[in-house]
């Protein structure tokens, strides 16, 4: 027996090969709700549970599934695995090392909406992954857990994986259907939406590889056990990828509601050479900077508190800590480096907002900005507050206004000089 | 019919139907959101964020499933917390969208400044500059001033070619993706596309030849920017330094809508010549688009080799001489001559060069022939498209019949419009013997032997499309010449016409007979009179005058070059010393229609006008107006004064043109999309209609006419040894008009022979090998290309690239050389 309940692997060594998978309980889930329960028992179940989306929006699981119109056929589910956030490095371990829980989970959520083809959408960096996951994949053909005519029943499942060529934007859900078509990686305009209009046109549910993996214990184990877990809004436990200037990063499977102060310093180790910490980013690069006061500290991480105390959505839980050795425009330069990198260019606001971003905070931080710059970049970013046509624009702006806001002096130090 | 939405926008109600976008509807009522990205004949993609605005929703009682009111009894109106994009909304009702507010006016600055940090603002060289979207929304609600730091500005190239034909500028370009759009949506040539992301993002070309698109031209229409030029234009002259005069393309029976812009050119001495051709609004013809061969062949009327002077025959030579000499000659000859004048014209001439030559030709007793390879005119006349009849309204319930023709490459802008109507839900039925580029969206293609079109055309009342067919509110059908010669058509006309009739849709609106004839006017031909005749070669050479008008017989058959030489007297009317005009007695050099006015009727049988573009170079006529001179000195009293008057003639007498004016062709109504308009406009350049919609005929009355019948079957017979030759039409053909654009010089179409590799090995032939083609007793080297898509033991051969090749026939192929006789047999 394991306390994980995603990471169990951290207990049970060789969990990523078939018959150790299958002696640990592997694939029961998935017989007993094939075997046993009609699609819509396991819809219910897991909108029962209160499990939400673990990609970064928080999106009720269970909900996003009932979205999916039963008049459009066919239907398709779609296993987000670009883990492209800076920070964010928990569905790497799942797909290394717990791979077959999480293609239990894709395959129950494939039976709930009645899809007989899922993807798996992996970034081009884990093309290892993928090989990886194909042996898995095929295995399970060989041991008839997938394929034509599942377990006597009429239902059939074939899993696919499709390989990205590295771009942020392509974990957006839409970008990412783009991507597998075959076009090129840009969002999608919205409404319609993927439940009603996804991949090749037709109902499609995209979830996070942590969601899917989810599933299997809470078919197994029902919808009122994983309450218990958590909190009351968010249930369940999450994965924290810890980094940053910390003692001890690295991904901690700990309930919603834990608190920062719990994973930094109890689970994290505190900050190293004795430095004090600074500043908190909660969901990777596209976070808010948030001050690490007692405040924020004694926050429970769950979705609805962050966003209420610090007004910073949790979003995939990548915790970033910064310490006092950190200058914020440092920092902001290096998220909107990224930003402006992985800008699709698909929209005029973020395509000339991150790069004209960019510039001026290269030049902050190298010191060769003139006072008036930090308003100007200030500016610029909420200038494209709004506009764009997809979160990433959005996301690129966070640091920038929060990080002048709450940290000012920062960037003046580097401007008066 | 959708329901009508009412909504408010600035403060003014606007009634307009469930799907309208709200730009459009700000547009409908003049309201301008404005916009770069968007397009209405593209669908919405909300990238470029210009359209911002802010738009409330009335409230709704979840409970009761009412409208919440305020205290004073209005509706309540909740706005969403950020602006949303006009031209991806649908209206709704009780919507109310606010445009001018200053949340919205801030937005449009800003996202023009985002536009700007790196665009050169090279409006100072710029092509677009003048006619440009950008400019002119940054004067309305752009900064004067810049925060971004010219040395951080984005440097790309600027002078990329994407193909022989179109230019990119990196630096220019917005990435809206106009372009991308057009080529995916609208002609489906996927051609160009972005390549890179973000800031980096730029347009590519992937196809080989670079942009290898037949209608690329009208994304430098569209673009927004002066980031697309044409290797025509760009460079050439400022937008506001041109004239424009509305003019129509010739080159096919489209007959595409458009306007010449024009400027005083140092280079040309200082004479006035042609700048560019762009597409003119007509929703009912071309839409705002039209193909590159419009576009790009033009340049035959600026040729150094258009004929100057009036030239006589003096013994073996040609020389000039006065009009007055000229006419006296001609007409001199034309009274002796009497009934054994023989006119040819062509159907690239107007309908009132036309009616002209017709009243000369007929006052002398003579004979008058329509000089065309295609049949069936009087058919059309009766099974034509109804007047008020667009093919911009063919969808759901409608089939199109498509036979013997490629309009990708004959008519392309029919091909684009019935492709947008088999998109709206039209079913196509594609016949011919080769693939064609109707295949891919055809519901139904039929592969028939050659020969056989008239065949399987009477057969689809009895096939699987049977009942699709006769339930079909319209059913359109276009009728080609690929493959076929002249008696051929003729039996293909009938056929539709019959199939019309029998299906119950003759003479019903948006349903009838397409020809795709293969000259601008050949429309106009049949309504003026002038028939095709049976024994051209004959009567050729047993003229006692021949007046040729519009036409090179001597170019086209060596059977009718041979007869030429039979002539008693030939009189020609032509820009060019052509093959048949260097054997000419008499030889009158004659306007272009660039410098001069008239009318062409489209095959839909649309009379549409054309106005001078250029002043009349010195010492040429209007081919009616020699028509009419000639008359003159022999006593007759025909119009030569004005094309007007001419036209006002003819219609007191061709009765489908009876009650129509020149004013009358010139009326204009309100068009959909609004464009060349600079307040409420989408963008692009594109000029607006104002000189002129034409008219449609009506159709002549059926009775006393039957349709013709006879054997349907045409097919050649060719023995072991020998191929059946079928000349097949291309786009971009050796004819004079063409060959004098050199921009198109390497997409002519070559004197190449295709045959099924089957049919290469059957006859010991290989790829690329030279052979000698024999046609009507003469023999042209012809190049050998192997080609699957062509029928076993047929060989297709492009017309007017070098073979002069009319009607199908048997012939045996040799090596050029060796003692191997060629023979014939037709
Ligand atoms: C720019 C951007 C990048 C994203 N990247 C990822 C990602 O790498 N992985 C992921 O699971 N979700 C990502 N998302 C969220 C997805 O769009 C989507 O909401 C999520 O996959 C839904 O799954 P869930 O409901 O299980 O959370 C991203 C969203 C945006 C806007
Ligand atoms: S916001 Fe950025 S990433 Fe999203 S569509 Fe616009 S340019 Fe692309
Ligand atoms: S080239 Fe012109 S039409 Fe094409 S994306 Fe750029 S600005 Fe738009
Ligand atoms: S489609 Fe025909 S009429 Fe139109 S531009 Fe092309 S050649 Fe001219
Ligand atoms: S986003 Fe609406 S016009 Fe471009």
Same mark, same amino acid.
């Given at each position: 027996?394991?306390?994980?309940?995603?990471?169990?692997?951290?207990?049970?060594?060789?969990?990523?090969?078939?018959?150790?998978?299958?002696?640990?309980?592997?694939?029961?889930?998935?017989?007993?709700?094939?075997?046993?329960?009609?699609?819509?028992?396991?819809?219910?179940?897991?909108?029962?549970?209160?499990?939400?989306?673990?990609?970064?929006?928080?999106?009720?699981?269970?909900?996003?599934?009932?979205?999916?119109?039963?008049?459009?056929w066919?239907?398709?589910?779609?296993?987000n695995a670009?883990?492209?956030?800076?920070?964010?490095?928990?569905?790497?371990?799942?797909?290394?090392?717990?791979?077959?829980?999480?293609?239990?989970?894709?395959?129950?959520? &494939?039976?709930?909406?009645?899809?007989?083809?899922?993807?798996?959408?992996?970034?081009?960096e884990?093309?290892?992954?993928a090989?990886?996951?194909?042996?898995?994949?095929?295995?399970?053909?060989?041991?008839?857990?997938?394929?034509?005519?599942?377990?006597?029943?009429?239902?059939?499942?074939?899993?696919?994986?499709h390989?990205?060529?590295?771009?942020?934007?392509?974990?957006?859900?839409?970008?990412?259907?783009?991507?597998?078509?075959?076009?090129?990686?840009?969002?999608?305009?919205?409404?319609?939406?993927?439940?009603?209009?996804?991949?090749?046109?037709?109902?499609?549910?995209?979830? $996070?590889?942590?969601?899917?993996?989810?599933?299997?214990?809470?078919?197994?184990?029902?919808?009122?056990?994983?309450?218990?877990?958590?909190?009351?809004?968010?249930?369940?436990?999450?994965?924290?990828?810890?980094?940053?200037?910390?003692?001890k990063?690295?991904?901690y499977?700990?309930?919603?509601?834990?608190?920062?102060?719990?994973?930094?310093?109890?689970?994290?180790?505190?900050?190293?050479?004795?430095?004090?910490i600074?500043?908190?980013?909660?969901?990777?690069?596209?976070?808010?900077?948030?001050?690490?006061?007692?405040?924020?500290?004694?926050?429970?991480?769950?979705?609805?508190?962050?966003?209420? $105390?610090?007004?910073?959505?949790?979003?995939?839980?990548?915790?970033?800590?910064l310490?006092?050795?950190?200058?914020?425009?440092?920092?902001?330069?290096?998220?909107?480096?990224?930003?402006?990198?992985?800008?699709?260019?698909?929209?005029?606001?973020?395509?000339e907002?991150?790069?004209?971003?960019?510039?001026?905070?290269?030049?902050?931080?190298?010191?060769?900005?003139?006072?008036d710059?930090i308003?100007?970049? $200030?500016?610029?970013?909420?200038?494209?507050?709004?506009?764009?046509?997809?979160?990433?624009?959005?996301?690129?702006?966070? &640091?920038?206004?929060?990080?002048?806001?709450?940290?000012?002096?920062?960037?003046?130090?580097?401007? $008066?000089? | 019919?959708?329901?009508?939405?009412?909504?408010?926008?600035d403060?003014?109600?606007?009634?307009?139907?469930?799907?309208?976008?709200?730009?459009?509807? @700000?547009?409908?009522?003049?309201?301008?959101?404005?916009v770069f990205?968007?397009?209405?004949?593209?669908?919405?993609?909300?990238?470029?964020?210009?359209?911002?605005?802010?738009?409330?929703?009335?409230?709704?009682?979840?409970t009761?499933?009412?409208?919440?009111?305020?205290?004073?009894?209005?509706?309540?109106?909740?706005?969403?917390?950020?602006?949303?994009?006009a031209?991806?909304?649908?209206?709704?009702?009780?919507?109310?969208?606010?445009?001018?507010?200053?949340?919205?006016?801030?937005?449009?600055?800003?996202?023009?400044?985002?536009?700007?940090?790196?665009?050169?603002?090279? #409006?100072?060289?710029?092509?677009?500059?003048?006619?440009?979207?950008?400019?002119?929304?940054?004067?309305?609600?752009?900064?004067?001033?810049?925060?971004?730091?010219?040395?951080?500005?984005?440097?790309?190239?600027?002078?990329?070619?994407?193909?022989?034909?179109?230019?990119?500028?990196?630096?220019?370009?917005?990435?809206?993706?106009?372009?991308?759009?057009?080529?995916?949506?609208?002609?489906? =040539?996927?051609?160009?596309?972005?390549?890179?992301?973000?800031?980096?993002?730029?347009?590519?070309?992937?196809?080989?030849?670079?942009?290898?698109?037949?209608?690329?031209?009208?994304?430098?229409?569209?673009?927004?920017?002066?980031?697309?030029?044409?290797?025509?234009?760009?460079?050439?002259?400022?937008?506001?330094?041109?004239?424009?005069a509305?003019?129509?393309?010739?080159? #096919?029976?489209?007959?595409?809508?458009?306007?010449?812009?024009?400027?005083?050119?140092?280079?040309?001495?200082?004479?006035?010549?042609?700048?560019?051709?762009?597409?003119?609004?007509?929703?009912?013809?071309?839409?705002?688009?039209?193909?590159?061969?419009?576009?790009?062949?033009?340049?035959?009327?600026?040729?150094?080799?258009?004929?100057?002077?009036?030239?006589?025959?003096?013994?073996?030579?040609?020389?000039?001489?006065?009009?007055?000499?000229?006419?006296?000659?001609?007409?001199?000859?034309i009274?002796?001559a009497?009934?054994?004048?023989?006119?040819?014209?062509?159907?690239?001439?107007?309908?009132?060069?036309?009616?002209?030559?017709?009243?000369? %030709?007929?006052?002398?007793?003579?004979?008058?022939?329509?000089?065309?390879?295609?049949?069936?005119?009087?058919?059309v006349?009766?099974?034509?498209?109804?007047?008020?009849?667009?093919?911009?309204?063919?969808?759901?319930?409608?089939?199109?019949?498509v036979?013997?023709?490629?309009?990708?490459?004959?008519?392309?802008?029919?091909?684009?419009?019935?492709?947008?109507?088999?998109?709206?839900?039209?079913?196509?039925?594609?016949?011919?013997?080769?693939?064609?580029?109707?295949?891919?969206?055809?519901?139904?293609?039929?592969?028939?032997?050659?020969?056989?079109?008239?065949l @399987?055309?009477?057969?689809?009342?009895?096939?699987?499309?049977?009942?699709?067919?006769?339930?079909?509110?319209?059913?359109?059908?276009?009728?080609?010449?690929?493959?076929?010669?002249?008696?051929? %058509?003729?039996?293909?006309?009938?056929?539709?016409?019959?199939?019309?009739?029998?299906?119950?849709?003759?003479?019903?609106?948006?349903?009838?007979?397409?020809?795709?004839?293969?000259?601008?006017?050949? *429309?106009?031909?049949w309504?003026?009179?002038?028939?095709?005749?049976?024994?051209?070669?004959?009567?050729?050479?047993s003229?006692?005058?021949?007046?040729?008008?519009?036409?090179?017989?001597?170019?086209?058959?060596?059977?009718?070059?041979?007869?030429?030489?039979?002539?008693?007297?030939?009189?020609? *009317?032509?820009?060019?010393?052509?093959?048949?005009?260097?054997? @000419?007695?008499i030889?009158?050099?004659?306007?272009?229609?660039?410098?001069?006015?008239?009318?062409?009727?489209?095959?839909?049988?649309?009379?549409?006008?054309?106005?001078?573009?250029?002043?009349?170079?010195?010492?040429?006529?209007?081919?009616?107006?020699?028509?009419?001179?000639?008359?003159?000195?022999?006593?007759?009293?025909?119009?030569?004064? @004005?094309?007007?008057?001419?036209?006002? *003639?003819?219609?007191?007498?061709?009765?489908?043109?009876?009650?129509?004016?020149?004013?009358?062709?010139?009326?204009?109504?309100? *068009?959909?999309?609004?464009?060349?308009?600079?307040?409420?406009?989408?963008?692009g350049?594109?000029?607006?209609?104002?000189?002129?919609?034409?008219?449609?005929?009506?159709?002549?009355?059926?009775? =006393?006419?039957?349709?013709?019948?006879?054997?349907?079957?045409?097919?050649?017979?060719?023995?072991?040894?020998?191929?059946?030759?079928?000349?097949?039409?291309?786009?971009?053909?050796?004819?004079? %008009?063409?060959?004098?654009?050199?921009?198109?010089?390497?997409?002519?179409?070559?004197? =190449?022979?295709?045959?099924?590799?089957?049919?290469?090995?059957?006859?010991?032939?290989?790829? =690329?090998?030279?052979?000698?083609?024999?046609?009507?007793?003469?023999?042209?080297?012809?190049?050998?290309?192997?080609?699957?898509?062509?029928?076993?033991?047929?060989?297709?051969?492009?017309?007017?690239?070098?073979?002069?090749i009319?009607?199908?026939?048997?012939?045996?192929?040799?090596?050029?050389?060796?003692?191997?006789?060629?023979?014939?047999?037709?």
């Open positions: 027996m394991s306390a994980y309940i995603l990471y169990r692997h951290r207990d049970i060594p060789n969990l990523n090969q078939l018959d150790v998978y299958q002696k640990n309980g592997g694939f029961e889930a998935i017989k007993k709700a094939i075997k046993t329960m009609s699609p819509a028992a396991v819809l219910n179940e897991v909108k029962d549970s209160g499990l939400r989306g673990r990609g970064g929006a928080g999106f009720p699981t269970g909900m996003k599934w009932s979205f999916l119109p039963g008049n459009l066919p239907h398709y589910v779609v296993a670009d883990e492209s956030e800076p920070g964010t490095f928990k569905d790497r371990e799942i797909l290394e090392s717990n791979p077959f829980q999480f293609l239990e989970g894709l395959m129950l959520a &494939a039976y709930a909406v009645q899809a007989n083809d899922a993807y798996i959408y992996l970034r081009g884990f093309w290892q992954i090989r990886r996951l194909d042996t898995c994949i095929e295995e399970l053909y060989a041991e008839g857990l997938l394929g034509d005519k599942l377990f006597g029943t009429k239902y059939s499942l074939r899993l696919h994986t390989l990205g060529a590295g771009a942020y934007i392509c974990g957006e859900e839409t970008a990412l259907l783009e991507s597998i078509e075959g076009h090129l990686g840009q969002p999608r305009l919205r409404p319609p939406f993927p439940a009603t209009f996804g991949l090749f046109g037709k109902p499609t549910v995209i979830n $996070n590889v942590e969601t899917l993996t989810n599933l299997p214990p809470i078919i197994e184990k029902g919808a009122a056990w994983f309450k218990t877990l958590g909190t009351e809004k968010s249930p369940g436990v999450k994965i924290f990828s810890l980094s940053g200037c910390v003692n990063p690295g991904n499977e700990l309930p919603l509601g834990t608190t920062f102060r719990e994973l930094i310093f109890t689970h994290g180790g505190g900050i190293p050479d004795g430095r004090t600074k500043a908190i980013m909660s969901a990777g690069a596209s976070s808010v900077i948030v001050p690490a006061d007692d405040r924020a500290l004694d926050t429970p991480m769950d979705y609805e508190s962050t966003q209420a $105390n610090l007004n910073a959505p949790l979003g995939s839980a990548s915790v970033i800590i310490d006092d050795s950190v200058n914020m425009a440092w920092l902001v330069n290096k998220t909107v480096h990224f930003f402006r990198h992985e800008s699709c260019g698909k929209c005029t606001p973020c395509r907002g991150t790069y004209w971003m960019s510039h001026l905070t290269r030049r902050i931080a190298a010191g060769e900005a003139a006072p710059d308003d100007l970049l $200030n500016i610029v970013a909420r200038q494209m507050q709004g506009k764009c046509l997809c979160a990433l624009g959005e996301f690129s702006t966070m &640091a920038v206004t929060s990080g002048i806001e709450k940290f000012r002096a920062d960037f003046e130090k580097l401007v $008066n000089h | 019919m959708p329901k009508d939405i009412t909504l408010t926008i403060g003014q109600t606007v009634t307009a139907p469930a799907g309208t976008l709200v730009v459009d509807a @700000a547009k409908r009522i003049g309201i301008n959101i404005p990205c968007y397009h209405p004949k593209l669908e919405p993609v909300g990238m470029c964020r210009m359209c911002l605005v802010e738009i409330g929703r009335p409230v709704i009682d979840r009761t499933n009412n409208p919440v009111f305020e205290a004073d009894g209005k509706p309540k109106i909740q706005f969403g917390p950020k602006l949303e994009t031209c991806t909304t649908p209206i709704s009702e009780g919507m109310v969208v606010v445009g001018l507010s200053d949340k919205v006016k801030a937005a449009r600055k800003d996202v023009l400044e985002f536009l700007l940090t790196s665009h050169p603002l090279d #409006c100072p060289i710029c092509d677009k500059g003048g006619e440009c979207p950008l400019q002119n929304q940054t004067l309305e609600y752009g900064s004067a001033d810049s925060r971004f730091l010219l040395d951080e500005k984005m440097r790309l190239s600027k002078h990329v070619p994407l193909g022989d034909l179109i230019f990119l500028d990196r630096e220019r370009c917005i990435q809206c993706a106009r372009c991308v759009r057009f080529q995916t949506e609208i002609v489906d =040539d996927p051609v160009i596309g972005f390549y890179n992301r973000g800031r980096k993002l730029e347009i590519i070309t992937d196809s080989q030849p670079g942009f290898d698109s037949i209608f690329s031209g009208n994304t430098t229409d569209i673009c927004p920017v002066g980031a697309l030029t044409t290797a025509d234009f760009r460079f050439g002259a400022r937008p506001w330094e041109m004239n424009n509305a003019s129509l393309c010739t080159h #096919c029976p489209v007959g595409c809508n458009t306007t010449i812009n024009v400027r005083r050119e140092a280079k040309t001495g200082g004479n006035v010549s042609i700048k560019r051709i762009m597409p003119r609004q007509n929703e009912t013809v071309n839409e705002i688009w039209m193909c590159d061969k419009g576009r790009f062949a033009y340049h035959f009327a600026d040729s150094p080799d258009r004929l100057k002077n009036p030239l006589i025959r003096k013994g073996s030579e040609l020389f000039q001489t006065t009009w007055t000499e000229a006419l006296s000659a001609a007409s001199e000859k009274k002796q009497g009934s054994g004048l023989v006119t040819l014209a062509s159907g690239r001439l107007t309908n009132e060069d036309i009616y002209n030559l017709r009243k000369l %030709t007929e006052t002398q007793g003579g004979t008058f022939i329509g000089y065309s390879r295609m049949a069936g005119g009087e058919i006349n009766r099974f034509g498209m109804l007047p008020g009849s667009n093919l911009g309204d063919l969808g759901k319930d409608s089939v199109i019949v036979v013997s023709s490629d309009l990708h490459e004959e008519a392309p802008i029919w091909w684009l419009r019935v492709r947008e109507a088999v998109k709206r839900g039209a079913v196509l039925i594609s016949i011919s013997i080769r693939p064609t580029r109707l295949d891919k969206i055809a519901a139904k293609t039929l592969r028939v032997e050659p020969g056989r079109e008239a @399987a055309v009477d057969a689809i009342l009895t096939g699987d499309m049977a009942d699709i067919v006769k339930q079909a509110k319209h059913l359109l059908v276009f009728y080609g010449s690929d493959g076929l010669g002249r008696k051929a %058509t003729g039996q293909l006309a009938a056929a539709c016409a019959r199939l019309l009739e029998t299906s119950g849709h003759a003479r019903r609106i948006n349903s009838g007979l397409i020809p795709v004839w293969e000259r601008g006017n050949t *429309q106009g031909l309504d003026m009179g002038a028939h095709p005749a049976d024994q051209i070669v004959e009567r050729i050479a003229a006692r005058v021949l007046l040729v008008a519009g036409a090179d017989p001597a170019n086209d058959d060596p059977m009718m070059e041979r007869a030429l030489e039979k002539t008693e007297f030939l009189i020609v *009317q032509d820009l060019f010393a052509t093959a048949t005009a260097r054997k @000419a007695d030889v009158f050099p004659v306007l272009a229609f660039t410098e001069r006015e008239g009318t062409y009727t489209s095959g839909e049988r649309r009379v549409q006008r054309f106005y001078p573009a250029v002043p009349a170079p010195e010492g040429l006529k209007a081919d009616y107006e020699i028509a009419a001179e000639m008359g003159a000195e022999l006593g007759l009293a025909l119009e030569s004064s @004005a094309a007007s008057l001419v036209f006002q *003639q003819l219609a007191a007498e061709i009765p489908q043109y009876s009650g129509l004016t020149y004013p009358l062709l010139a009326k204009t109504s309100d *068009q959909w999309p609004i464009v060349g308009r600079p307040d409420v406009y989408f963008g350049t594109s000029y607006a209609n104002r000189q002129g919609l034409g008219i449609h005929l009506p159709l002549l009355p059926l009775e =006393d006419f039957e349709i013709p019948s006879g054997d349907l079957d045409m097919s050649l017979h060719p023995d072991a040894h020998e191929l059946a030759v079928y000349p097949v039409t291309r786009l971009l053909d050796r004819g004079i %008009t063409v060959t004098t654009s050199p921009l198109l010089a390497s997409r002519l179409a070559q004197a =190449d022979l295709f045959i099924h590799p089957a049919t290469a090995r059957k006859m010991f032939l290989n790829a =690329d090998m030279q052979v000698m083609l024999p046609v009507d007793g003469a023999a042209y080297p012809v190049r050998i290309v192997l080609d699957e898509t062509v029928p076993e033991g047929a060989a297709l051969i492009p017309r007017s690239a070098g073979v002069p009319h009607e199908p026939q048997v012939a045996q192929v040799a090596p050029p050389v060796g003692d191997h006789a060629s023979r014939v047999r037709s």
